[in-house]
């Protein structure tokens, strides 16, 4: 269980996230929704032991801020917004760098059969096997966003922690993508925390959805139950389900 008591977090001495407490139950999926700087994706990277934080963030009981680098990767990965790349390595090469926890001491370029495996299972799930080869710097934005993927799925975490996943992604490589991420949380033994402006794309994740505005999370819970016309207008500053209505009955001719 990933749990987070009065959780205060930001940058340069300025808090963003402030008095954060949750628990995130195993197998369970949640989404991190609000406008934007409200501290969602600060709050993630506190969760991922990215930036310092106040407070305590448990995994199992176990503060994450005393846990090796390498423990904390075998059972946390994530997913950060991609935009530009600095690096040019192969895509089976990035990929394979998500199993270097795993690898014991072992040189990274002496995979065992079972990294092998792991890896062409990651590449084949999110349709990169024909990509193998190629560099990463070659690729579009979505084939990065589906590398980094692969490469988080490669770490073989219990949780993945997703920042704005779907970004650079067209349409249908978002529901792809999303749902893959229903199956690999079917078993009941992975969870996947995400942060998402698209509140239609997080809702077919998942109905578990915690709001965020200035810093602090406002509602949690099922969304049918804790959000309403009046709520969701307070946090995004318009009419959000009157939008929403009305950009359906766009397709209702179709």
């Known amino acids: 269980m990933l749990k987070l008591e009065n959780v205060c977090a930001g940058y340069d001495g300025q808090d963003v996230v402030h008095d954060v407490t949750v628990e995130f139950t195993p197998g369970q ?51 950060s917004q991609i935009n530009n790349v600095y690096f040019s390595y192969t895509v ?23 990294d092998k495996a792991v890896v062409e299972r990651c590449l084949a799930s999110t349709g990169l096997l024909e990509y193998r080869n190629r560099q990463i710097d070659e690729l579009s934005g979505g084939q990065r966003q589906r590398v ?23 349409v249908r490589h978002q529901v792809e993508l999303i749902d893959y991420l229903h199956k690999w949380t079917a078993d009941g033994k992975h969870s ?21 505005n200035e810093g602090r999370i406002v509602r949690q819970g099922d969304f049918h139950k804790v959000a309403d016309a009046a709520f969701l207008r307070e946090i995004y500053g318009m009419d959000l389900a009157t939008f929403m209505q009305e950009s359906l009955s766009n397709w209702s001719n179709l």
């Not at 090469?93 to 990274?108: A, E, P, T």
Request: hydrophobic fraction near 45%; charged fraction near 20%; proline fraction near 4%.
């Open 29 to 79: 999926n949640y989404c991190l929704l609000g406008p934007n700087g409200c501290g969602k994706t600060t709050l993630l990277r506190a969760m991922a032991g990215l930036i310092p934080h106040g407070g305590k963030i448990l995994l199992d009981g176990t503060e994450i801020a005393r846990m090796k680098r390498g423990d904390l990767a075998a059972r946390i990965a994530v997913m």
């Open 92 to 114: 089976f090469d990035i990929v394979m760098l998500g199993r270097y926890q795993h690898m014991k001491g072992r040189l990274f370029g002496h995979p065992s059969s079972e």
């Open 148 to 170: 980094f993927l692969a490469h988080a799925l490669a770490q073989d975490p219990e949780i993945i922690l997703l920042d704005e996943p779907t970004n650079h992604l067209d």
């Open 192 to 212: 996947v925390i995400g942060v998402f402006h698209d509140v239609n794309l997080a809702l077919r994740l998942t109905g578990n959805v915690l709001f965020m």
